[in-house]
């Protein structure tokens, strides 16, 4: 059983930053894929940010140019950085990864972007 656990989130003004952290059991680099999906009050869990075992990197429209993912395999860590912070980037963000056909989820944490 793979455990994530994210860190990092809180509250931040629009245009602030914050880099959220998702510390997995073990090395990011056996998953296939790792992402961050974000659930905002009243909406279903989306896509935010992937990131494959080679390196390639999608995002969604709406982060485009303001987040960036990556990881650290010394630190079994996945990181996301988040820029130009907006209202709408509130809600529960959660880490994904997958090996084979296996998901496994973080407990998620919760990001507030003020106006």
Not at 56 to 62: G, I, K, M
């Amino acid at each position: 059983q793979v455990e994530l656990v994210e860190s990092g989130g809180g509250l931040v003004q629009t245009g602030g930053s914050l880099k959220l952290s998702c510390k997995a059991s073990e090395n990011v680099f056996n998953f296939n894929r790792m992402t961050w999906h974000r659930q905002g009050p009243g909406k279903e869990r989306d896509l935010v940010a992937s990131l494959t075992v080679g390196d390639t990197t999608h995002y969604a429209d709406s982060v485009k140019d303001r987040f960036t993912i990556s990881k650290d395999g010394s630190k079994n860590t996945l990181y996301l950085q988040m820029n130009s912070l907006r209202p709408e980037d509130t809600g529960v963000y959660y880490c994904n990864a997958n090996i084979l056909s296996r998901h496994f989820w973080g407990q998620g944490t919760q990001v507030t972007v003020s106006s």
